[in-house]
């Protein structure tokens, strides 16, 4: 069984910064595709970034490129998403994401979250304008 706990989240003034973890303990950091998707009330879900743990391949959309970063902490066993410059468009329930997918299927995810078997329960991040 895969467990994903995201913690990180809260309010803050645009142009803030705020960095999200997923614990992920029981994921083979070798093998799985890992991600952060965002959700906004009434909005689709959308993918922010993808991971593949193999050798540390990224993805980013556009709308968070150069603004966002994803990485690995391997002494926590976790996946990070820093966030810089925030908007008030980044304001969503950020969900972290997991399976065991190759790297081509991994990084086409990001359009794709059905893709993913195993979804922590997210955390809130609200940015105020």
């Known amino acids: 069984a895969v467990e994903l706990v995201e913690s990180g989240g809260g309010s803050v003034q645009a142009g803030g910064s705020l960095t999200l973890s997923c614990a992920a303990p029981?994921?083979?950091?070798?093998?799985?595709?890992m991600g952060w998707f965002r959700q906004a009330p009434e909005k689709e879900r959308e993918g922010v970034a993808v991971?593949?743990?193999?050798?540390?391949?990224?993805y980013y959309a556009d709308s968070v490129k150069g603004r966002f970063t994803i990485s690995r902490d391997n002494s926590k066993n976790a996946l990070i998403l820093q966030m810089n410059s925030l908007k008030s468009d980044d304001t969503a329930l950020y969900s972290c994401?997991?399976?065991?997918?190759?790297?081509?299927?991994?990084?086409?995810?990001?359009?794709?979250?059905?893709?993913?078997?195993?979804w922590g329960q997210g955390t809130q991040v609200t940015v105020s304008s």
């Open positions: 991971l593949f743990t193999g050798h540390g391949s990224t």
């Open positions: 994401a997991a399976d065991y997918l190759d790297t081509d299927a991994c990084l086409r995810s990001l359009d794709s979250p059905g893709n993913f078997t195993y």
């Open positions: 029981n994921v083979l950091f070798s093998r799985y595709c």
